[in-house]
C-alpha cells in the first residue's frame, strides 16, 4: 500500500498550490480519501475529504472556499487545489484513505487506514 503525495512548496500568500496523493497497492475505489495538514507543534487537522464517487465533498472551516478536492478514479489520484494561500495554512499535508464516509468518523486521524509521507507548504506574507 502506497500513498504517494506531492506538489507542495513556497508561495507567496495569496498564490496557488495544487497537491496530488497518488494511491497503490489497494482498491481505490473503495476508499474515502482525505486531506489532513500539520503545523509545527500542533495536533493533524482534518483539511477536506471526497466520498468514493467523488460526488460529496467536506471541508475544514479555515479552508472552505479557497481549497477544491477532487479525484481521478483512473489515475488513482486525489488532488487538492488550494487558492488564496495564507501564511495560516503553512503545514505538512498528508493525504489519508478510510473505508467509511462519515462526517464525524473523517475528522478523526486515527480513524483512517492509509496514510501518505506528507508534502511541505510554506506560504511566505
Known amino acids: 500500500v502506497q500513498l504517494q503525495a506531492s506538489g507542495g512548496g513556497l508561495v507567496q500568500a495569496g498564490g496557488s498550490l495544487r497537491l496530488s496523493c497518488a494511491a497503490s497497492?489497494?482498491?481505490?475505489?473503495?476508499?474515502?480519501m482525505a486531506w489532513f495538514r500539520q503545523a509545527p507543534g500542533k495536533e493533524r487537522e482534518f483539511v477536506s475529504g471526497?466520498?468514493?464517487?467523488?460526488?460529496?465533498?467536506n471541508y475544514s472551516e479555515s479552508v472552505k472556499g479557497r481549497f477544491t478536492i477532487s479525484r481521478d478514479k483512473i489515475k488513482k489520484t486525489v488532488f487538492l487545489q488550494m487558492n488564496n494561500l495564507k501564511p495560516e495554512d503553512t503545514a505538512v499535508y498528508y493525504c489519508?484513505?478510510?473505508?467509511?464516509?462519515?462526517?464525524?468518523?473523517?475528522?478523526?486521524?486515527?480513524?483512517?487506514?492509509?496514510w501518505g509521507q506528507g508534502t511541505q507548504v510554506t506560504v511566505s506574507s
Open positions: 489519508a484513505a478510510d473505508t467509511r464516509w462519515d462526517y464525524g468518523r473523517m475528522l478523526v486521524p486515527s480513524e483512517y487506514d492509509y
Open positions: 471526497i466520498n468514493w464517487y467523488g460526488d460529496k465533498e
Open positions: 497497492g489497494f482498491t481505490f475505489d473503495d476508499y474515502i
